[in-house]
């Protein structure tokens, strides 16, 4: 199954130093709840029912933003980047979860975690390992940590380690548009991975110290 709601507008060549994990495209035809101008500032908000990512202009999306709005239809995204670097995942762990690709997002929801992976396709839902993820957010609280909808634990994996970051849910669309933008052939191509490294070098810049944030 490919989920593609929601990222037509992450798709496009990069409006921001491909550094910066936060998205900043412009939006034309205004708030997409309340169709006023959003201005220069506007932020994201998850259709639960639809599963897709709404630009909202800033009223709306404090609207949504209110502990009591947590549960319903309309949730917006928060803007905060954690890691762990206490308890990193270790490559066998990584490989416990059944991930067939090096990078992948886990995202929950009422039904339960799912996996997508970024592919030239868009978010490709992929099978999880769910008891060898429960595991593993017991030793991880980390992975645990995620707000439902709306925040994603995002995992790169490559040769010698694994970086695991609670994140904003499109920070992970982002990531899915870039892959859909640059990755040409097999592997990908040498411009696609030097957009998929700074969208990472981007996300660990702004990722502070789960357990110590506030
Ligand atoms: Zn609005
Ligand atoms: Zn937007």
């Known amino acids: 199954m ?11 060549p990069a409006e921001v130093a491909p550094a910066s994990p936060r998205p900043s495209h412009p939006v034309q035809d205004g708030c997409e709840l309340c169709a006023q101008p959003t201005g220069a500032w506007h932020g994201h908000v ?3 029912e639809h599963r897709s990512i709404l630009c909202t202009c800033r009223a709306c999306f404090l609207l949504f933003t209110s502990p009591e709005a947590g549960g319903g239809r309309y949730r917006a995204v928060p803007d905060r980047y954690l ?20 990078a992948a997002f886990l995202l929950r929801g009422d039904g339960g975690t ?8 868009g978010a490709t839902e992929c099978l999880l ?22 925040e994603a634990i995002l995992i790169h994996a490559t040769e010698d380690q694994v970086e695991a970051y609670l994140v904003p849910v499109d920070v992970c669309y982002r990531l ?4 859909r933008m640059y990755w040409k052939g097999f592997d990908g191509g040498q411009e696609a991975h ?9 996300v660990r ?3 502070r110290r789960f357990g110590v944030e506030g």
């Open 2 to 12: 490919t989920r593609r709601a929601g990222l037509r507008r992450f798709v496009g």
């Open 46 to 48: 998850v259709d639960t």
């Open 83 to 102: 890691h762990d670097d206490e308890r990193p995942l270790t490559k066998a762990e990584w490989e416990g979860l059944g991930i067939p690709v090096g």
């Open 114 to 121: 799912t996996a997508f992976y970024p592919s030239p396709a």
């Open 129 to 150: 390992n769910l008891e060898a993820l429960a595991e593993l957010a017991a030793a991880h609280p980390l992975l645990a940590a995620a707000e439902p909808e709306v």
């Open 176 to 179: 899915v548009g870039t892959v």
């Open 194 to 202: 030097e957009h998929i490294d700074g969208f990472f070098a981007g």
């Open 205 to 207: 810049s702004a990722a």
